[in-house]
T-cell receptor, first 113, second 115 residues
Framework: AQSVTQPDIHITVSEGASLELRCNYS??????LFWYVQSPGQGLQLLLK??????LVQGIKGFEAEFKRSQSSFNLRKPSVHWSDAAEYFC???????????FGGGTRLMVKP | EAQVTQNPRYLITVTGKKLTVTCSQN?????MSWYRQDPGLGLRQIYY???????DKGDVPEGYKVSRKEKRNFPLILESPSPNQTSLYFC??????????????FGPGTRLTVL
C-alpha cells in the first residue's frame, strides 16, 4: 500500500526567505505525486503534479517541486515566500484504486513579517 | 462555474442522530469521493464512486454510508454519528482518467461536530 510522510508538522519562515517542504512517499510503481495547498477555512487547491518526464515541475504561485526517485522524495520549494503563502500544505500520491489519493499529514506554514 | 458544492458547511449534532451531508458537482464527472481530514493525519478516503450505482470503500469507511443514484450527487450518510466522527469532510470529483490522471476538484468542506 502507498503512504506519504511529511516530516515537518509546522514550519515558520520569514517573508522573503526561501522555503522547502519535505515529502517522502512509499509506492511500488512509478508514482503520480501532487502538492495541494489549503488556506484557512478553504478547500484544497492543486499546486502542481508530477507524472513522468522532467523531474522538476513548476506549479502555480511560484512553487516548484523536484521528484527524486532514489530518495523517494518530492519536496516543494519556493525561492521567496510571501505572507499570503501561510497555509497548510499536503503532499499526495495516487493510489492503486483508480484516482484514490493518499495524503501526507500536512505541513502548516507560518510566515513572519 | 465548474464547482463541487457541499451542504451544510457547518453542522453540530448529537450522538446517534442520523445526518446526511450532500455533495454535488456540475462537471459531469464520473468519479466522486469523500475524505475526512483530521489534524496530523491529512485526508483519508472514506468512500468513492466510479460511476452511478458503483461505490466502494476507501481507507476509513466504518460508520459511513454513501449512495450514487445520480451522476452529479454523492451524499455521505452517518446513520448513527459518534464523537469520533467529528472531523472536516471533503467531497471531490474528477473524470475517469482511464489510467491517466485527471485533476480532482474538492468541495469547500463540511465541519461536523458530534457531541
Amino acid at each position: 500500500a502507498q503512504s506519504v510522510t511529511q516530516p515537518d508538522i509546522h514550519i515558520t519562515v520569514s517573508e522573503g526567505a526561501s522555503l522547502e517542504l519535505r515529502c517522502n512517499y512509499s509506492y511500488g510503481a512509478t508514482p503520480y505525486l501532487f502538492w495541494y495547498v489549503q488556506s484557512p477555512g478553504q478547500g484544497l487547491q492543486l499546486l502542481l503534479k508530477y507524472f513522468s518526464g522532467d523531474t522538476l515541475v513548476q506549479g502555480i504561485k511560484g512553487f516548484e517541486a523536484e521528484f527524486k526517485r532514489s530518495q523517494s522524495s518530492f519536496n516543494l520549494r519556493k525561492p521567496s515566500v510571501h505572507w499570503s503563502d501561510a497555509a497548510e500544505y499536503f503532499c499526495a500520491v495516487e493510489g492503486n484504486a483508480g484516482n484514490m489519493l493518499t495524503f501526507g499529514g500536512g505541513t502548516r506554514l507560518m510566515v513572519k513579517p | 462555474e465548474a464547482q463541487v458544492t457541499q451542504n451544510p458547511r457547518y453542522l453540530i449534532t448529537v450522538t446517534g442522530k442520523k445526518l446526511t451531508v450532500t455533495c454535488s458537482q456540475n462537471m459531469n464527472h464520473e468519479y466522486m469521493s469523500w475524505y475526512r481530514q483530521d489534524p496530523g493525519l491529512g485526508l483519508r478516503q472514506i468512500y468513492y464512486s466510479m460511476n452511478v450505482e458503483v461505490t466502494d470503500k476507501g481507507d476509513v469507511p466504518e460508520g459511513y454510508k454513501v449512495s450514487r443514484k445520480e451522476k452529479r450527487n454523492f451524499p455521505l450518510i452517518l446513520e448513527s454519528p459518534s464523537p469520533n466522527q467529528t472531523s472536516l469532510y471533503f467531497c471531490a470529483s474528477t473524470t475517469d482518467g482511464g489510467g491517466t490522471y485527471n485533476e480532482q476538484f474538492f468541495g469547500p468542506g463540511t465541519r461536523l461536530t458530534v457531541l
